[in-house]
């Protein structure tokens, strides 16, 4: 399926990109247990370098009977974490204390439109500051609307638990 490939909004750079890297220095701190279940650091392998780099997203969502995490690229199909998940998904991640090995995987925009319905419901402080970062409205928008986020600009994220699986 083809993407259009579309960046949500400029690329965080400047102070913003600074307070978006802060959670990363936590989890260096092993304080990563202060955020709780909200956001997971992800140790993706990149694709084109080869080395480990770290990345701090929000978690909109936890299945704990599969015991799968559920993120979203804020910036789109092009940000450079998720191309790396699609180029290497197995990756180890850290949600406060715990430590996982997952198998990321793209969510079908149907399921993703449903995951950010429950997320706005769970959190509408957070999915009210998401939109203002990104330039969207996940606050009113319709299922349908939200569908074709998913599709065209706002990939949604399993991260499936090796664990769960055997």
């Known amino acids: 399926m083809a993407h259009q490939n579309t960046l949500i909004a400029k690329l965080p750079d400047g102070l913003l990109r600074a307070l978006l890297r802060l959670p990363i220095i936590l989890y260096r701190l092993h304080l990563g247990w202060l955020?709780?279940?909200?956001?997971?650091?992800?140790?993706?392998?990149?694709?084109?370098?080869?080395?480990?780099h770290q990345t701090v997203v929000e978690i909109i969502g936890?299945?704990?009977?599969?015991?799968?995490?559920?993120?979203?690229?804020g910036w789109g199909y092009k940000s450079n974490w998720y191309q790396n998940l699609l180029a290497h998904p197995t990756i180890?991640?850290?949600?406060?204390?715990?430590?996982?090995k997952v198998q990321a995987e793209s969510v079908p925009p149907v399921e993703g439109a449903q995951i950010l319905v429950n997320?706005?419901?769970h959190h509408p402080l957070a999915a009210r500051e998401l939109s203002r970062l990104m330039g969207l409205d996940l606050m009113q928008s319709s299922?349908?609307?939200?569908e074709q986020m998913a599709r065209d600009s706002l990939p949604v994220i399993a991260l499936h638990s090796h664990a769960s699986a055997s």
Do not use: C
């Open 92 to 100: 180890n991640i850290q949600v406060g204390w715990r430590r996982l």
């Open 62 to 73: 936890h299945d704990t009977a599969s015991d799968s995490y559920y993120i979203v690229s």
């Open 143 to 146: 299922t349908s609307a939200l």
């Open 35 to 52: 955020m709780g279940e909200r956001l997971v650091l992800l140790n993706h392998i990149g694709r084109k370098t080869g080395q480990v």
């Open 119 to 121: 997320y706005r419901q």
